[in-house]
């Protein structure tokens, strides 16, 4: 069965500073997308950047980045210049292959909290 | 291009009552997702449709939930005789299939409290 790992229940970062929130997924799909999440206090989900299996680099999009080891099953967020408005929860999340709806699996999450 | 919205954003119901909650999804997307998070979880997969047709259901959807979206746009979930176990996030979240990327997009959740 196919299952997200969050193993960071809290993280602290100084403003202006990077940080790596960790991620790593278990599979048998050779075909799967990688999801990141911010979900602050008002509870909406906001997409923040996706990975594919095949992708061969690592996306990025603006101050995030995905640091995507296939071999050791991992998909890390990196958050650079962190920012107040970082905090929030954080959510990886896991992509079923099409056939199956595509329905999400999501870790348990990660809280941010950025210090001035 | 508006975004995925849900009505109401929250619901205090008393255990037993029927509650409805409808989602919006962003107008040319064929696939709509509905999530139950509770407090400290990452949301959990409940259903979805593909337009009018309910595809999958989850085996946390039991038989007092149901769902509908009856033309393939906005979509309800009713819960009835409701449980102080239901009071959680539901969120609904909405993709257009056959992208690249399949992003779902999150609607801002309908919070339920059951007393």
């Known amino acids: 069965a196919q299952k997200i790992t969050q193993t960071q229940p809290g993280m602290f970062v100084q403003e202006k500073e990077a940080v790596t929130l960790d991620c790593t997924y278990d599979?048998?799909?050779?075909?799967?997308?990688l999801f990141w999440y911010k979900q602050p206090s008002s509870g909406e989900m906001i997409f923040l950047i996706y990975?594919?299996?095949?992708?061969?680099q690592n996306a990025t999009e603006g101050r995030y980045s995905l640091n995507f080891q296939k071999a050791r099953k991992s998909a890390n967020l990196v958050i650079s210049a962190s920012q107040l408005g970082d905090s929030a929860m954080y959510f990886c999340?896991?992509?079923?292959?099409?056939?199956?709806?595509?329905?999400?699996?999501f870790g348990q999450g990660t809280e941010l909290s950025v210090k001035p | 291009d508006t975004g995925v919205s849900q009505d109401p954003r929250h619901k205090i119901t008393k255990r037993g009552q029927n509650v409805t909650f409808r989602c919006d999804p962003i107008?040319?997307?064929?696939?709509l997702y509905w999530y139950r998070q509770t407090l400290g979880q990452g949301p959990e997969f409940l259903t979805y449709f593909q337009n009018e047709a309910q595809l999958e259901k989850s085996r946390l959807l039991s038989d007092r939930f149901s769902a509908e979206r009856p033309k393939g746009s906005f979509s309800t979930l009713e819960i009835q005789r409701t449980e102080q176990g239901d009071s959680a996030m539901y969120l609904c979240?909405?993709?257009?299939?056959?992208?690249?990327?399949?992003?779902?997009?999150f609607g801002p959740g309908t919070r339920l409290t059951v007393l």
């Open positions: 979240a909405s993709r257009l299939s056959g992208q690249p990327t399949d992003t779902q997009y």
């Open positions: 999340a896991m992509r079923e292959t099409y056939n199956q709806g595509g329905k999400l699996i």
């Open positions: 107008s040319e997307h064929n696939r």
């Open positions: 599979t048998s799909d050779q075909s799967y997308g």
């Open positions: 990975q594919g299996s095949y992708d061969e």
